[in-house]
């Protein structure tokens, strides 16, 4: 079962008298409950986090294994993906205890939206202050619209897609154009085509790693999460000995090793990789740590992504990876640096970008430093562009990406 959940909370003051509230929605936009709190006196930032898990234990309560939050708390929203340091005190328990809930659904993703799409959970949490107590709306029998009278989910997931056609013409992208996503393997599509289904499904995942496997954690942290809608089809390894190995078979994720020197060329190199990705039918391919240079297939066209530690194309090519691109920043004295999530291309560090990530670079930087405040933004940028192409709003264009929608 899925539930989407608004959230709203707030304060008269801040501190002042404050109201937690939120609304429950089946996936067809039935709604299934909608109640907001009276805190007493308290500040924005609680009753933002109060909201939120008085959502999770309502939606646990009713059976939800899926949840979609939606919170117009930027903040909130920020501290959960990890964007943004929780340094409150009074928020630290409230935080870990909404990631405790968050770990008891199969999925869980919080995401922000504008106030203005958020109006019912803000209605009631107003109207809880008003009374200065607890209230409740009644749920209409198979209304669809709410007391509030905004679009239920359902027909608001429409109103968009009718929008997208409306904007698009042709449906079917020429070659120069495409639009990717799980479903578009074997034809081009646009992101209009792509039924709810298709972006609700779970997108497999082909990780290649060569090291230590830290970004298939990262990755593998995020599923357990609920915040990335995806499972880890296959862990390929081009060396047998390095931590990542046993890491990807304490995580119990399955794993195949394939070494270059094991094969007669790199034809043979990339044709057993290709074998194991095919055979686990791999959505998307991430590259996290991979050193070696194989040849993708025309299959897997802009179906494979690589992270660099660097902004590219500044720092990238044949022997710049790890330390070497944190010491090459260094000496450059660049000021800035960060990471790039790019499609691979049969060259090294070449292809469209999709999400760059910046960090500053401090005075008195070592490599290792840097690697690490680096490596905090990788952790953010690999998801956020699993899950757009997961949602189909990857459009490559040349050697250019555009997001849409």
């Not at 630290?92 to 809930?101: H, I, K």
């Not at 074997?186 to 709810?196: G, K, N, P, Q, R």
């Not at 055979?279 to 070696?292: E, I, Y």
């Amino acid at each position: 079962m899925k539930v989407i959940v608004h959230t709203d909370g707030g304060s008269r003051g801040n501190p002042g008298p404050a109201a937690a509230g939120f609304t429950l929605d089946d996936a067809d936009g039935h709604r299934l409950q909608a109640k907001a709190f009276f805190l007493g006196e308290t500040t924005n930032n609680v009753a933002e986090y109060t909201a939120l898990i008085k959502a999770l234990e309502a939606a646990r309560k009713l059976g939800a294994e899926q949840v979609a939050v939606y919170s117009d708390s930027e903040l909130m929203v920020r501290q959960l993906s990890g964007a943004y340091k929780v340094k409150s005190e009074a928020i630290r328990p409230l935080f870990e205890q909404v990631n405790e809930l968050r770990s008891q659904f199969e999925s869980c993703l919080v995401r922000h939206v504008r106030r203005e799409k958020n109006e019912q959970a803000d209605r009631i949490v107003n109207q809880a202050l008003d009374a200065r107590r607890d209230v409740e709306d009644k749920p209409v029998k198979g209304s669809q619209r709410s007391a509030g009278g905004s679009i239920n989910p359902k027909e608001e997931r429409k109103e968009e897609r009718e929008k997208v056609r409306r904007s698009e013409a042709p449906t079917i992208l020429p070659s120069s154009v495409r639009t990717f996503s799980p479903s578009s393997i074997a034809h081009v599509v646009t992101t209009s085509e792509l039924d709810d289904a298709t972006r609700q499904k779970r997108i497999r995942l082909g990780v290649l790693i060569s090291g230590g496997g830290r970004t298939m954690l990262n990755l593998f942290d995020a599923i357990k999460r609920g915040e990335l809608n995806a499972e880890i089809a296959v862990v390929i390894s081009s060396l047998s000995a390095v931590a990542g190995v046993a890491r990807a078979r304490n995580a119990g994720l399955p794993l195949k090793i394939v070494r270059k020197k094991d094969c007669a060329d790199l034809d043979a190199f990339s044709k057993q990789i290709e074998k194991e990705l095919d055979a686990a039918k791999v959505d998307l391919v991430v590259q996290g740590g991979w050193l070696c240079l194989w040849k993708i297939p025309p299959q897997y066209e802009n179906r494979v992504m690589n992270i660099h530690p660097a902004l590219l194309p500044c720092f990238g090519g044949k022997g710049m990876w790890g330390h070497h691109v944190h010491e090459a920043v260094l000496a450059a004295g660049c000021k800035v640096s960060g990471c790039t999530v790019h499609f691979c291309t049969n060259e090294y560090d070449k292809g469209p970008i999709i999400v760059q990530r910046t960090c500053p670079v401090q005075d008195d930087d070592t490599p290792d430093a840097l690697a690490e405040r680096v490596f905090e933004q990788e952790c953010l940028a690999y998801p956020e562009a699993i899950e757009l192409f997961a949602e189909g709003r990857l459009q490559v264009e040349g050697n250019r990406v555009w997001v849409r929608g």
